[in-house]
C-alpha cells in the first residue's frame, strides 16, 4: 500500500479550525477508500470520514456538518478539514488507506482542542 504521509495537527482552541493532510506514495484512486480515524485515551479507535475511489464521502455522525474530507487526486493528497471544534474531538487521528483487504494507518498526528 505504502507510505502514508499526515500533516496538520496541533492544539487549537474550542470553536477553532485544523486541517489535516494525508499524503500517500501511490495514487489515491486506486484505493478502495481512504480516509481517517481516531483515537482518544481509553477510547476505542473510530472512523472519522473516508472517501471512496470514486469521490463518495461518509462521516461520523459526531462531525457530520463540521468536518469536511476532499482530495487533490494530481498530489495524491486526502484533507480533513475540520471547524467547530469541540474538547471532545481530541485524538490522535490516523489516515489509512484501504484495499481489498489490506489497510495501511498513517503515524498519526495529534489534535487537541481546549476548552
Known amino acids: 500500500q505504502g507510505q502514508l504521509v499526515e500533516s496538520g495537527g496541533g492544539l487549537v482552541q474550542a470553536g477553532g479550525s485544523l486541517r489535516l493532510s494525508c499524503t500517500a506514495s501511490?495514487?489515491?484512486?486506486?484505493?478502495?477508500?481512504m480516509g481517517w480515524y481516531r483515537q482518544a485515551p481509553g477510547k476505542q479507535r473510530e472512523l472519522v470520514a473516508n472517501?471512496?475511489?470514486?469521490?463518495?464521502?461518509n462521516y461520523a455522525d459526531s462531525v457530520k456538518g463540521r468536518f469536511t474530507i476532499s482530495r487533490d487526486v494530481a498530489k495524491n493528497t486526502v484533507y480533513l478539514e475540520m471547524d467547530s471544534l469541540k474538547p471532545e474531538d481530541t485524538a490522535v487521528y490516523y489516515c489509512y488507506t484501504r484495499k481489498a483487504w489490506i489497510i495501511s494507518w498513517g503515524p498519526g498526528t495529534q489534535v487537541t482542542v481546549s476548552s
Open positions: 501511490r495514487t489515491i484512486t486506486s484505493f478502495n477508500h
Open positions: 472517501i471512496t475511489g470514486g469521490g463518495s464521502t
